[in-house]
């Protein structure tokens, strides 16, 4: 697609349960962002990858936190034991085509929106 | 620990007036502030973005002016339009030539009213 793709927009789950959350990247973009952004608030940043390296992890919030890209395109966003405030809107966003000079805009999609009951 | 410092919380003006959205950052290592516009039930897209080698920057509607002796920036828009109601985002990035993390602001609800 033309865009960045995030799935489920929507997910409820209850207290304690696991959630994935995956995002697929605008072809080409090397880097990834996962943002955290609660009602009413900003964007908040939460790890960071450049092809398959982690390079950045440290807004994550707990260890229940878990974030892949294997092969340097689609990622997930894995939480462990679902508590009440990890309920926010997951970003995602990509940047940086390898063949292009990086111009700082990152694009993002329309996140997925989990309540955790 | 809040890096950037946005405000107002929330702006009312009616069609055709100049809503000016302020923020302020801490960081000396920032050299990167765009600015994002996200509609309901979407994403942040990045509506203008300046570096600090320069005061002002227009782009349309849209102007930044930045103050680097005073760590502050601003959005002004012109000519607002009922279309432009939506959360506006500053942000603020090292920019090291590669992809670096934003620093976001809390963000101003703007309506434009008729």
């Known amino acids: 697609g033309a865009g960045v793709s995030q799935s489920p927009r929507y997910k409820v789950a209850k207290r304690g349960q696991d959630v994935a959350l995956r995002c697929d990247p605008i072809?080409?973009?090397?880097?990834l962002f996962w943002y955290q952004q609660a009602l009413g608030q900003g964007p908040e940043f939460l790890t960071y990858?450049?092809?398959?390296?982690?390079?950045?992890k440290s807004g994550l919030p707990s260890d229940r936190f878990f974030a892949e890209r294997p092969e340097g395109s689609v990622s997930t966003l894995k939480i462990q034991r679902t508590q009440q405030e990890d309920s926010a809107v997951y970003l995602c966003?990509?940047?940086?085509?390898?063949?292009?000079?990086?111009?700082?805009?990152?694009?993002f999609g329309e996140g997925s929106r989990l309540t955790v009951l | 620990q809040q890096q950037v410092k946005q405000s107002p919380q929330s702006l009312i003006v009616q069609k055709g007036g100049i809503p000016i959205i302020n923020c302020a950052y801490e960081?000396?290592?920032?050299?990167?502030f765009p600015w994002y516009q996200q509609f309901p039930g979407k994403g942040p897209a990045l509506l203008i973005a300046?570096?600090?080698?320069?005061s002002e920057k227009k782009e349309g509607r849209f102007t930044i002016s930045f103050n680097k002796s005073a760590k502050q920036f601003s959005l002004h828009i012109m000519d607002s339009q009922p279309g432009d109601s939506a959360t506006y985002f500053c942000?603020?990035?090292?920019?090291?030539?590669?992809?670096?993390?934003?620093?976001f602001g809390t963000g101003t609800r703007l309506q434009v009213t008729l």
């Open positions: 966003a990509s940047s940086l085509r390898r063949d292009r000079r990086y111009t700082g805009e990152l694009f």
């Open positions: 072809s080409g973009h090397v880097s």
């Open positions: 990858f450049q092809n398959e390296a982690q390079l950045d």
């Open positions: 960081n000396t290592a920032f050299d990167y």
């Open positions: 300046i570096r600090p080698d320069v």
């Open positions: 942000a603020a990035s090292p920019h090291t030539g590669t992809a670096s993390k934003l620093t």
